[in-house]
């Protein structure tokens, strides 16, 4: 047998960053106001489709209501019965799937870009006359309840509203998990006025990536989706809450729990501020990778947490600095202690050459990564127009990057990683973590 060679081997040099340009695209808003930007990506002869359409929930029934209508969107129309769809969708080799998040109703779908027509054509249909049929509406509706309690026990769900209820007050944009009133009160003809209501044109973008003509696909959409505006405008009116930030960290009790899942945030900079790509990079230096400082102190040397990093993330319309680590009880406030120390440590100490040699190395790839499929690109370009962008800022953040200076990344860190800006919510075991925890961070019980 050949001799292993020694290790640890020398790594190769990372490959010349390649400039990425868009591809030809398209880019129109069509008279009813839905925005349609179809980019031409043929590596492989299919098409990846993103639908975002705005919508807040005004009320607890309203977001019952809204899970229950994203369940049934895609379930039969008039012209189209259940069994019509799926067989439909499925001999052409097409997919789409509805879903509501917290500020939005979303289709995705793919299919071969020969059946182009097919895919838009079931998407029309369920935009302008879902049928949201009595049966469908039970049996959504029932499944809803029974997944209830499921949800409510899973602690990333509960730490995940606890945090936007603590950020953004107990309004229903903030609840992630209904009512179970609020989801039994739910009826057909609920579901079908917030459909009209709801679900409109007028805002809402529709992305298309992959082997396709985007001039032709706009003209298709135009002409399949013309019909597709509110019958019954309805402009609601939704409470904003008041920020709440600078507030203590709250401590959500989970009785009996093993383990602690930390979530502390901070206001970021949005995307279309100018030094975005400076505080990304300082992201990237403090727990936004895995050389990052934070992962290397509390996973590496201390051994505190399972998982730890920060991230960039949406509570409702504000952008935020968010920090997570998971960790077992008994190591929980050490870990909680090691995370102010490396805010503060990243707020006073100079990020050094290497560190921002490597950031800007792990942030370029991170960015080609996110665009190099059609079903990548496709959801960058939505979430890159959904937050305001032009979908030439995709290629344009790159050379952003690249002419960030160490100067920039220091005085970004210094302005966006003070400790004190942080607030959150720690869910764990309330009777063991109290007393602890007490000696770290300005605290209260939930």
Known sequence: MRPTTKVPRQLPPLGVHRAFRLPETADAVLPDGLRVICLRSPSVPMIELVLRIPFLCATQNDAATAEVLATTLLRGSPGRGQDDVDTELARAGCSLRAVRRSDRFEISGSGPSAAL??????LADALTGASHAEAEVDRARRRLAERLPLLRARPSTVVAEALRVHCRGDSPGSRLIPAEAAVASVTADGVRSLHRAGVVSAGAQLVLVGDLDPERTVALLAARLG??????PV???????????QRPVRLVDRPGAVQSLIRLVAPALPRTDPGFAALSLANVVFGGSFSSRLLSNIRERGGYAY???SRFDDILDTMVIAVSADTSTDTTASAVAEIRAELRRMATEPVTDDELRRARDYLLGASALAMSSQV??????STTVGVGLSPQWLASFADEVRAVTGRQVR???EQMFASAAFTGVVLGDARLLAGPLGEHLDMVLA
């Open 376 to 381: 990548r690109l496709a959801a960058a370009v």
């Open 235 to 245: 402009e609601a009116v939704v409470p904003r809450a008041p920020e709440l930030w």
């Open 307 to 309: 998982w730890a990093g």
């Open 227 to 232: 019909q597709w505006r509110s019958r019954e």
């Open 117 to 122: 027509e097919t895919l838009v054509g079931v």
């Open 411 to 413: 005085e970004s860190a």
